[in-house]
Every structure is written in C-alpha cells, then in structure tokens.
C-alpha cells in the first residue's frame, strides 16, 4: 500500500513539473518561432525533449537507456518503431535532428504547441478516410526527404499495451516503397514503465533499441514479414528481461 502511495506522489510530482516545463518551455519560444528555421525548431524540441527525460528520471526514477545508434545510416531513413507509450516520441530527436513524425490532424489543432509542430516540418495526415490518410502521408514524407529528413512512424498506428498481438499497417509498406531509403525497426519496452492512458509512471529502466536496418528493394510481403520478426522477436525479449528485473533492485535506483 504505501509503495503504491509512493509511485501515486512520485507520477503527481512528474506530472506537475512536465505541464509547468512545457508551458513555460512553449511561451519562451514563440517570439522567435517565426524567424527559426525547421531544424532550428528540432533542436528546440530536442532540449525540451531532454528536460522531460531528466524530469523523469528526478521524480520518478524512471531512466531511459537508447541502444544501437551505431546501426542507423547516414542520411534519410525510416523509423518504423512499437509505440506503446507517450514516452516513445520523446526520443528520437535526442538521436537525430533530422526526424519528422506522421501526426493526427487533431494534433494540429493544440493551442500554442501546434505552431511547433508545423514550423518543425511534421506530416499532419488527412483523416478523410484510409486512403486519403495513407496518400497524405505518402505525399508529406517525400516531400520531407527531399529535404533531407528522416521520417518516424508507427506501423501499427496507435499505442498498444506490451504484449498485445502485432497489427502492422499498410502505412509502412506504403512508405518503404515510395520513398527507397532504408528501414530502421525499433523495438521497446516503454509500456511497462508508463502505461498508455495511466497516470502512474513506474522506476526502473525503459529501453528503446534500434535494430538492424533493412535496406530498399524488397518486395512488399518479404518486408513487412522481415520488419515484423525483427520488431516483435527482440520485443518479447526487452519486455520479458524487464519483467524478471527484481523489484528491489528497481527500488534500488530511486532511493
């Protein structure tokens, strides 16, 4: 009872701090945000995106650890990553200032954080339905390559909790395709420490893993079939390690 009392004050704490960060961290920047240039704007989030990590690792005892940046190839790629948490978005700007997410066009719609959404060159997609939502995002991430970005994406569309069956989408295939940059799968454990739709957020040591690259040129199934065992088989095992961890040895890290 009084270890759940603890997280219950510990996630209260976070919470506080991330709103009144953000929203400071939001109004310093908008006088200059008309004059920044896109890339300007992602280092912006990425110190923002740092502070949040600290935060969390202060209040909570929540660490985020990033493995495999070495196999990530110079230039454009794709991020095909699990999304199981609000924690997944926080960290690829930390490893790349070239990453543009596809966004949900409700999230064009936030006060004030939008126009850092916009300026730093993201993919709001059209939600009329699935193909105009697919053709939108295919039209954006071409049009972010060209510029030189890398494009983060989601196959399965939405948060799952871990151990949930995989349900990859057409999106990343679509992509793939198009775009003839390689694929960067990456596998999580960040739904075990910060549940989607949960207020508690939990200590320990949340991975996120970037696996071996896929190069372009598969055909359709031979991709989605290789992306989806090297997602899902390193997946089961970050989630499995994390689970076996002593509980007193993650007590251990916020004392």
Not at 1 to 25: C, D, E, H, K, P
Not at 81 to 108: C, I, M, N, W
Not at 175 to 180: C, D, N, P, R, S
Request: with cysteine; aromatic share 10%.
């Amino acid at each position: 009872m009084q270890g759940r009392a603890v997280l219950w004050l510990r996630s209260a704490a976070f919470n506080l701090l991330f709103f009144g960060y953000t929203a400071i961290a939001t109004l310093l920047g908008l006088p200059l945000l008309p004059f920044l240039s896109a890339h300007a704007v992602r280092l912006y989030a990425r110190a923002w995106m740092g502070g949040v990590l600290a935060l969390l690792r202060a209040t909570v005892g929540l660490v985020v650890e990033i493995r495999g940046c070495e196999r990530i190839p110079k230039g454009p790629v794709i991020f095909a990553a699990k999304h199981q948490s609000a924690l997944d978005t926080l960290v690829f700007h930390l490893v790349r200032t070239d990453v543009v997410y596809g966004l949900k066009q409700e999230l064009g719609r936030i006060p004030l954080f939008s126009f850092y959404l916009a300026r730093s060159g993201n993919i709001f997609l059209d939600r009329g339905g699935a193909a105009t939502a697919l053709k939108s995002l295919v039209r954006g991430a071409k049009a972010a390559v060209e510029r030189g970005c890398s494009i983060v994406i989601f196959p399965e569309g939405t948060r799952k909790p871990p151990g949930a069956p995989p349900d990859y989408k057409a999106g990343v295939a679509a992509l793939y395709a198009a775009l003839g940059v390689p694929v960067v799968p990456v596998a999580l454990n960040t739904g075990l420490f910060w549940p989607r739709r949960a207020f508690v957020k939990r200590p320990g040591r949340a991975v996120v893993e970037f696996l071996e690259p896929i190069p372009p040129g598969l055909e359709r199934a031979a991709f989605m079939a290789l992306l989806e065992q090297r997602i899902e088989e390193r997946q089961r095992l970050l989630e499995a390690t994390a689970a076996d961890a002593p509980s007193a040895q993650v007590e251990a890290r916020i004392a």
